[in-house]
């Protein structure tokens, strides 16, 4: 899903407003742990949601009003053009593309889950390509002699990573369209190896994300 950045600015949402509404409108049967009460409230003085009569919870009467719906549709059209997300996309597919059993299948979904994935978490520049360049180079490489999981004893930060759309979102099935960060294998990588990536952007970037070595 394309995410048009400006217009979430212009509303005034907050970081994982579009994950929350997204899963009110798909009636996820775990909304309840995307969910509490303060955002329900927040949501309906928006005129974004609205409850159906019944005696269930909150959470199980809540959907979608218009006015959400159609904010869900505005939020999934192309703002403009993300230069930097060409960039970093070209460069993932020289790179895929060079690596035993790297595999690149679809090149427009690539850019929009990177698009999507620098929204979603703040991380971009030459942070974004820190991040990545490091979860490549953790990649598994089934050359080295060793199976994955002996070669994890040895780096215990190795990913498996073949398809290069993969690297930001999986998912479970080609049925899965929402992009989740729970399934996002770079950010999974980030969070595991935090210390480590951070460390390599204190080491050669500064706070503004420019290079000091």
């Not at 509404?21 to 798909?26: D, E, G, H, P, R």
Request: hydrophobic share 35%; with cysteine.
């Amino acid at each position: 899903m394309w995410f048009n950045t400006e217009l979430f600015k212009k509303r005034n949402l907050q970081i994982g407003d579009l994950e929350k509404l997204t899963a009110i409108k798909v009636k996820d049967s775990e909304l309840e742990y995307f969910l509490n009460e303060d955002d329900l409230k927040r949501f309906e003085s928006l005129n974004y949601i609205k409850y159906i009569k019944g005696k269930q919870s909150f959470f199980e009467r809540v959907r979608l009003d218009k006015k959400g719906s159609d904010l869900l549709i505005a939020l999934s059209k192309s703002g403009g053009i993300d230069e930097e997300a060409i960039k970093i996309k070209d460069w993932v597919i020289l790179v895929y593309k060079k690596k035993n059993g790297g595999i690149v299948k679809n090149k427009a979904e690539l850019e929009r889950r990177i698009i999507w994935f620098k929204d979603v978490t703040g991380i971009c520049g030459n942070f974004l390509g820190m991040l990545i360049q490091s979860a490549m180079n953790d990649t598994y490489d089934p050359e080295c002699g060793q199976n994955f999981y002996d070669s994890k004893k040895e780096n215990p930060r190795l990913i498996l990573s073949n398809l290069a759309e993969n690297l930001f979102w999986m998912p479970d099935s080609h049925f899965d369209k929402h992009y989740t960060l729970d399934k996002s294998p770079l950010f999974i990588y980030y969070e595991n190896n935090k210390e480590y990536v951070e460390k390599l952007w204190s080491t050669y970037l500064d706070e503004d994300g420019n290079r000091v070595k």
